[in-house]
């Protein structure tokens, strides 16, 4: 990573005469090995209204080299004094920018998604954050959230080479320098252009596979979703009428003599019993439910996808009607002449001539048929630069399609053996609650 002690510029090559922004420049010899964030605090904004926000503390690790890090590598790193380390703090609105710039810049990419902006009630309404004590489970969430998103670009084999992630990383002045670039306007006219070709033009995209399995995938994650909701619902309770066993006993082993100790242990266990859905409910959001709203976001990166190659491929058909019509023009203007008696005059010029021509306004026969062949071979070109790019976007976003498929498989099932290995144990603790009860009883 570079040095950014000084406010850098953006990273910028030459073009056309003058220096552009490079959005995809990559940095060369660096390696990721660990990233984290380490809590969170509240911060007052500068400006006028003196606006209130929670930023986080994102630490990173790098080291010189190339290559998958491995989890002992990092460890290592951890411990090596030629190590880089890095610390900057952002906020939420910071993660939506970069998100946003790498979905812009690279649109056949599967971008993670982030934690939810709002708190959802129990009403399902969001609102807003209220800087009490009230939020700070959801802001334990949230950081959870942004880390796993953060360790998401860092183990991408292309998006952990990108020059502007880095530097977000530990540039405090990386927004700044974003918005200076003008990456805004690139992408505000990004998704007024693909808004516009969409509406207008409902062909399907050749990546029908990929939008299809977004829509199934959200489905079916939304139903277990809610059958994880049901369930947990229903433990709830389950578990809380086990505190009123616990209040009886009580009650009863007042009332008794020599059954008095054994009620007062079942009391005691009950209690217990109960008060365990807290840890329960903790752990199986964090392996299960969590990674499941998670990849209900994917799918809307999954469907960005395919807009973006849904433009390309508009693009590609616009160029090609524009071909027909141009070639159609060609030959009308050939028809014309050889329907006056002259021979078919297109074979007496070169480019160079047809050029001359063009330059001169010429109106003539000649003149109309050098600008006809002159439109129709700009439109071959356009065609053949949008296939082009048509199908380089294919291919790239097929590849990181098959790469989430894979990351997709492995990462569910982790979770699904922690799933089942989270109710092993909750079982296992309900018969050893029961083993007590059952002992208790035992020295009536």
């Known amino acids: 990573m570079a040095d950014h002690s000084n406010s850098p510029e953006p990273a910028a090559r030459e073009g056309d005469g003058k220096q552009q922004v490079d959005y995809q420049k990559e940095v060369r010899d660096v390696r990721l090995l660990n990233i984290s964030i380490k809590g969170y605090d509240k911060k007052t904004g500068t400006g006028f209204t003196k606006e209130?926000?929670?930023?986080?503390?994102?630490?990173?690790?790098?080291?010189?080299?190339?290559?998958?890090?491995?989890?002992?590598?990092?460890?290592?790193?951890a411990l090596d004094d030629k190590r880089t380390r890095y610390e900057v703090w952002r906020r939420y609105t910071e993660f939506e920018l970069l998100k946003n710039f790498l979905t812009t810049v690279y649109p056949y990419i599967i971008i993670p998604p982030l934690p939810e902006k709002a708190i959802k009630g129990s009403s399902g309404l969001l609102s807003k954050l209220t800087f009490t004590g009230e939020d700070t489970e959801f802001l334990l969430r949230r950081q959870q959230g942004l880390e796993i998103f953060l360790v998401r670009l860092s183990r991408h084999p292309v998006l952990?080479?990108?020059?502007?992630?880095?530097?977000?990383?530990?540039?405090?002045?990386?927004?700044?320098?974003?918005?200076?670039?003008?990456?805004?306007?690139?992408a505000d006219s990004l998704m007024q252009t693909l808004t516009l070709q969409i509406s207008k033009n409902k062909t399907e995209s050749v990546l029908h596979d990929m939008k299809r399995f977004s829509s199934d995938l959200e489905e079916t994650f939304k139903s277990l979703v809610e059958i994880r909701t049901k369930m947990i619902e229903t433990l709830n309770s389950i578990y809380k009428v086990h505190n009123n066993y616990g209040r009886v006993y009580?009650?009863?082993?007042?009332?008794?003599?020599?059954?008095?100790?054994?009620?007062?242990i079942a009391s005691g266990v009950m209690d217990s019993y109960s008060e365990s859905i807290e840890n329960y409910m903790?752990?199986?959001?964090?392996?299960?439910?969590?990674?499941?709203?998670?990849?209900?976001?994917?799918?809307?990166?999954?469907?960005?996808?395919?807009?973006?190659?849904?433009?390309?491929?508009h693009t590609w058909d616009k160029a090609e009607q524009n071909r027909v019509t141009r070639s159609e023009a060609k030959e009308a203007v050939e028809r014309e002449g050889q329907a006056g008696g002259g021979a078919a005059p297109?074979?007496?010029?070169?480019?160079?001539?047809?050029?001359?021509?063009?330059?001169?306004?010429?109106?003539?026969?000649?003149?109309?048929?050098?600008?006809?062949?002159?439109?129709?071979?700009?439109?071959?070109?356009?065609?053949?630069?949008?296939?082009?790019e048509l199908e380089v976007?294919?291919?790239?976003?097929?590849?990181?399609?098959?790469?989430?498929?894979?990351?997709?498989?492995?990462?569910?099932?982790?979770?699904?053996?922690?799933?089942?290995?989270?109710?092993?144990?909750?079982?296992r603790k309900g018969v050893t609650t029961w083993e007590k009860m059952k002992q208790g009883f035992e020295i009536m």
């Open 52 to 77: 209130e926000y929670y930023a986080f503390r994102i630490i990173a690790i790098t080291a010189v080299g190339e290559g998958e890090v491995s989890e002992l590598e990092a460890i290592h790193a």
């Open 160 to 186: 952990n080479k990108s020059y502007w992630f880095h530097d977000f990383l530990n540039n405090p002045n990386w927004k700044d320098v974003v918005l200076q670039s003008g990456f805004s306007t690139k």
């Open 250 to 264: 009580s009650e009863w082993a007042g009332i008794e003599n020599t059954l008095a100790t054994p009620l007062q």
């Open 282 to 313: 903790d752990e199986e959001c964090l392996r299960y439910f969590l990674p499941l709203r998670e990849y209900i976001a994917y799918c809307e990166s999954l469907r960005a996808v395919v807009h973006s190659h849904s433009l390309l491929y």
């Open 346 to 388: 297109s074979s007496r010029f070169s480019m160079k001539s047809i050029s001359s021509r063009l330059k001169g306004g010429d109106t003539s026969h000649e003149g109309r048929l050098a600008k006809a062949v002159q439109d129709l071979h700009d439109a071959e070109e356009a065609v053949g630069v949008a296939r082009k």
């Open 393 to 427: 976007f294919t291919e790239k976003a097929r590849g990181d399609y098959d790469r989430f498929c894979a990351q997709k498989t492995a990462d569910f099932r982790s979770l699904l053996i922690n799933y089942v290995q989270l109710q092993m144990h909750v079982h």
